[in-house]
């Protein structure tokens, strides 16, 4: 089971920045897709980007397209979203995942990742108005 960290999330003003960062224990990623996913207080929780390792196809929802991107430091395992232009309604905690896919965007549909281990304890970000 691939371990994650999140780290990063905090509090800012609408239209302002953050970086979040996954720390991935797994070294090999090839077969595996990582993605973000968010919950808000008495809201399911949602996905909201992903990326298959091995060839880097990212992918963003909706309400978060133009607004965040996906990098990755393979040196560091690591996997970042860059957050601008934030609104309140992104205000959530985020948690990143580790899934074997060869595609990631079916992982972020729930039907999907409800079934899957190894959420890290996230990190929450707040955005007020």
């Known amino acids: 089971q691939v371990q994650v960290v999140e780290s990063g999330g905090g509090s800012v003003q609408a239209g302002g920045s953050l970086r979040l960062s996954c720390s991935i224990s797994?070294?090999?990623?090839?077969?595996?897709?990582v993605g973000w996913f968010r919950q808000a207080p008495g809201k399911e929780r949602e996905g909201v980007s992903c990326?298959?390792?091995?060839?880097?196809?990212?992918y963003y929802v909706d309400s978060v397209k133009g607004r965040f991107t996906l990098s990755r430091d393979n040196a560091k395992n690591t996997l970042y979203l860059q957050m601008i232009s934030l609104k309140p309604e992104d205000t959530a905690m985020y948690y990143c995942?580790?899934?074997?896919?060869?595609?990631?965007?079916?992982?972020?549909?729930?039907?999907?990742?409800?079934?899957?281990?190894?959420w890290g304890q996230g990190t929450q970000v707040t955005v007020s108005s």
């Open positions: 797994r070294l090999e990623l090839d077969h595996y897709a």
């Open positions: 990326i298959t390792w091995s060839d880097d196809k990212a």
């Open positions: 995942l580790a899934y074997v896919a060869d595609a990631c965007l079916a992982g972020l549909h729930p039907m999907v990742f409800r079934q899957y281990d190894g």
